[in-house]
């Protein structure tokens, strides 16, 4: 039987993933956060070290958990592997984030890793349907928050939209759910509307779950919202008691729907 690696990015993800069961702790010295906590170091240039480094130490299943940034590949640091797959994955950036993901998905299963996902290892911090703090939230500024994202979702733009009173306050773009409720606290303060996070259509639930914690409550807050409504089966939830917890004390209306 083979062993599992975590392929560890930022964020509270992989320590929760970690407390699932044993698992190798795999970081990229020259990703945002360093290779601090690490079992294992890796470089993004030197992808065939860490295939074989990831076999010597018998691992056959993967979970990446995590956020990463794109980084940008020194050519001179680049092993013999990772030149040969510059070109896939440079192909695969311009297409965006889920093409991109998909891609790393795809050359880690050609060399025998099984990937699983966060929500696989850890189903009991996945939201399911149903209330799951506080009280009703306004229906009719979800709807239009779900529609904007349905619309802009075979984009590959976001995963999270802000409405108040029929108005979209916001879009998540490249920069995070963070950026995008600091955003609507310094342009619509007071709003009272809420917040719609989901998964975008066909997205890689393994490598790429959308995600909330108790900051992300607080920034609500902050940005005068009033609830949160997240896709049913499809969002982590990175904390569930501290989330109910900060969800009680900022007053914040937590729901989950397919």
């Known amino acids: 039987m083979g062993r599992r690696a975590i392929i560890a990015g930022t964020g509270a993800l992989p320590g929760l993933v970690a407390a699932a069961g044993p698992a190798m702790v795999v970081r990229f010295a020259d990703a945002p956060g360093g290779a601090e906590g690490a079992d294992l170091v890796a470089r993004f240039g030197q992808l065939g070290a860490l295939f074989a480094d990831l076999k010597a130490h018998g691992i056959d299943e993967l979970c990446l958990a995590g956020a990463m940034q794109r980084v940008a590949f ?22 965006g984030d889920d093409a991109l993901l998909r891609s790393i998905v795809a050359i880690f299963e050609e060399r025998g890793f099984r990937i699983r996902g966060a929500h696989e290892l850890r189903p009991d911090l996945v939201a399911r349907a ?16 779900r529609a904007v ?57 393994r490598v790429d779950m959308p995600a909330i914690g108790p900051d992300t409550i607080t920034l609500c807050a ?13 969002v982590l939830l990175l904390g569930p008691e501290a989330i109910h917890a900060t969800c009680q004390h900022h007053a914040i209306n937590l729901w989950a729907v397919p």
């Open 149 to 205: 994202l349905a619309a802009i979702g075979p984009l590959d733009v976001g995963q999270a939209c802000v409405a108040a009173q029929g108005q979209i306050l916001g879009i998540e773009t490249l920069q995070g759910t963070d950026a995008l409720l600091r955003f609507v606290a310094d342009t619509m303060p007071g709003s009272g509307g809420v917040l719609v996070k989901r998964a975008k259509p066909g997205q890689d639930l």
């Open 130 to 145: 149903g209330e799951l703090s506080g009280g009703a939230i306004a229906t009719g500024d979800t709807a239009r928050a």
């Open 74 to 95: 020194d050519q001179a640091q680049l092993d013999g592997e990772t030149r040969a797959l510059l070109p896939r994955l440079a192909a695969a950036m311009g297409q």
């Open 222 to 234: 902050q940005a005068g919202l009033k609830g949160i409504e997240l896709q049913a089966d499809h």
